[in-house]
């Protein structure tokens, strides 16, 4: 008998929808690089899932939720540079 192999599942910070791992695009928080979004998900560092689509991405992507899961403050410009390259991934990705 053949076992069914484990598929990981994550959760949308913006939707709440849970997906497989390799669905989602992540967002990494690092001591060293800061706040990058991590394409090959396998970055050190506290770690955060979006849904790959647009909506999730620009719109409904809240700054509050996302420190809270990621445990970190962010300024302004971070704030804006990291929604632009999410906006930019999902655009590149289609």
Known sequence: ????????LRTCVSCGKKTAKRELL?????????IVVD?????????????RDGDCGS???HRGRVEHVLRVRLEDDNWNELTDSIIQFVETSR
């Open 1 to 8: 008998m053949a076992k069914n192999k484990h598929i990981a």
């Open 26 to 34: 992540r967002i990494v928080a690092t001591p060293s690089v800061g």
């Open 39 to 51: 394409s090959s998900g396998r970055l050190n560092g506290r770690g955060a899932y979006v849904c």
């Open 59 to 61: 719109d409904g992507l």
